[in-house]
């Protein structure tokens, strides 16, 4: 019998979601000027920076060790499937050639387009391309006054507002989709970036502001296919929960939809020198686990130096994930949440591949040489530790422990199988059984 035949819909995708549900695992890429700042990419507001004291860094972004090859490389070998760079973040700044500014970094001492080679780059090693956007900009003469402009406390920018044309910004935008689209596809996700709420006496940006609907509607003409991120206020394809790992599958209107969590490695998107909250390989691979066990993606972000150089920390994460990944990428690529029918154990977590029938259990937290699985009895053939294809010898619900097994049948449910595992933990971070199911 197969599990899960009867499992809960998923809200329908107008873009093709299913590449992007098999393949669970992106990376995240936020380069800008801000790198150079080394502090956040939100320094520019932080610290209420005008176009003038920002410019230090656009005379100075000067990439020169960038080697998207290299990049590319170690987004496979970590086992992620597609990658998501900030084509432009809040700063404005725009990594590729755009015919719509002059604000780009053919224009740096970088004095090329950067982002036509880390495309090429990540293509050609067969991951998917999406692009990020910033819809905020803290650099178009006519991006109006918000709560998070850098300038909204300085009267003489606040004065010109009304002289400001916003809906020259919108075109800009809109022109820039466009080319982003057309010049670099095919594009297989767009990453809008994000409406602001009316706060503090400043207006909000939502979906009236930016004309999300007629910008979706363009870009659904340009690529029907794409997948759309949900900060356009239009609803979109995927839900982006951030830098936090939801309870649960996440629902929207009573529905399981399409998500995706980003998270940093650390404190922040842009490189950040300073910044020592680094989570560890364990804890990462967890947060991999545990949102696919809850049938989302995760896409994990590095933030390359000014120098074009990945974070030397990022690198040793990223090599971390990719040893776990090479022996246990089969409870991951395909998987999603198990069927409600499998109670899972304390301190584990399950996925599942509907195509194979296999269900993967991850254990968290090494048990002392049985895991009791009550309901599974008579469900499984056959299990393994998925790391070295060992076997797990199993105790059906009626049959009596062993001696030899060292456990005594202490009151266990009739129903319930039970795992015998190896007294030491195999030596990877989280160790998985494969259970292949009847
Ligand atoms: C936030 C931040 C931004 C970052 C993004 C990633 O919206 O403004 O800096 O790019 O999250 O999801």
Partial sequence: MKAGAAA????????????????????????GLYSLGARHEWLQSREFMDTEQYS???????PDLYDPELWADLARDAGMKYFVVTTKHHEGFCLWDSKYTDYKATNTPAGRDLLRPMVDAFRSRGLKTGLYYSLLDWHHPDYTADVKHPLRFRNEFLEKDASRHFQNYVDYMFNQTRELLTEYGPVDLMFYDFSIPAEKGFPGKGKAEWQSEKLVKMIRELAPNILLNDRLQVGGDITTPEQYQPRE??????????????????????????????????MLVKMLIDTVSKGGNLLLNVGPTGRGEIDERAIDRLKGIGEWMKRHQRSIYGCTAAPDEFAVPDDCRFTYNPETNRLYLHIFSWPFKHLHLPGFSGRVEYAQLLNDASEIGMVEGKQEMTMEAGAFNEGRPADTLTLKLPVKKPNVTVPVIELFLK
């Fill in 56 to 62: 230090k860094y656009f005379k100075r972004f000067d």
């Fill in 249 to 282: 599958w996440i629902r929207v209107n009573g529905r399981r939809v399409v998500w995706e969590a980003c998270h940093t490695f650390s404190g922040s998107w842009g490189y950040y020198r300073d910044e020592e909250s680094w989570k560890s390989v364990d």
């Fill in 8 to 31: 809960e819909e998923i809200r329908q995708t107008a873009g093709d979601s299913a590449w992007f549900t098999r393949d669970r695992f992106g990376m995240f890429i936020h380069w």
